[in-house]
């Protein structure tokens, strides 16, 4: 097998082998750019995003370090009935701790009111929207377990494709003399205008 044989071979089969995160991607970003819509479309409708489960008392003090809140935030989720490897906890202001137990499907807020000393339990309705840009933004190996793990390995697998995808399709143009000159002004368009963007925005 030749080298441009097997570049293309690689170019073709890694298209397809991309092609669900390739969509994902593309398609996720369009909520991304109109999430005032999908908001301005809720409020019409009356539809709230959290819907409250419930609220009890509760007393603690609230660690400062950012490992040390996160199994606050853990121990939070405990005192509410809750087990969730994929989380978040933050102090948005002196009186009031977030802690966010989420998964692409289903998420649920805990607000610690400190000055209430109450815990407040909602549930987020599920919009398709928002189930697009949790997959599109999440990545790393910030949470626990194998599986969140496994797929920011798999994320970085997939930009990493993406790259080599990119490659052997200028390798291709390349090797088609007829077609350099409409190739040229394709890449010189696609860099001028993200220069354009980049610099002036």
């Not at 397809?16 to 409708?45: I, K, Q, T």
């Not at 087990?83 to 202001?93: G, K, M, V």
């Not at 987020?124 to 599109?136: C, I, P, S, V």
């Not at 377990?145 to 997939?158: E, F, T």
Request: aromatic share 14%; net charge positive; with cysteine.
């Amino acid at each position: 097998m030749t080298t441009a044989l097997f570049l293309r071979r690689l170019h073709l089969y890694l298209g397809l082998c991309l092609l669900p995160w390739l969509l994902m991607y593309g398609v996720s970003s369009l909520p991304f750019a109109h999430n005032e819509y999908f908001n301005r479309r809720d409020a019409a409708n009356g539809q709230p995003l959290w819907v409250a489960r419930s609220e009890r008392p509760f007393s603690a003090a609230v660690p400062t370090d950012a490992a040390a809140l996160r199994e606050f935030g853990r121990g939070v989720l405990r005192e509410v009935g809750l087990e969730a490897p994929n989380l978040d906890a933050y102090r948005a202001n002196p009186n009031t701790v977030y802690v966010i137990a989420y998964s692409f499907l289903k998420t649920v807020r805990v607000t610690y009111a400190v000055d209430r000393q109450k815990l407040i339990v909602e549930d987020r309705r599920f919009r398709f929207d928002q189930f697009l840009t949790g997959m599109h933004g999440r990545g790393g190996f910030g949470q626990d377990g194998w599986l969140a793990k496994s797929w920011g390995i798999v994320v970085d697998l997939a930009c990493l494709g993406m790259i080599v995808w990119i490659a052997t399709g200028y390798y291709m143009w390349w090797g088609i003399p007829g077609h350099r000159r409409w190739g040229w002004v394709a890449i010189l368009g696609g860099v001028a205008t993200f220069a354009v963007f980049t610099l002036r925005l």
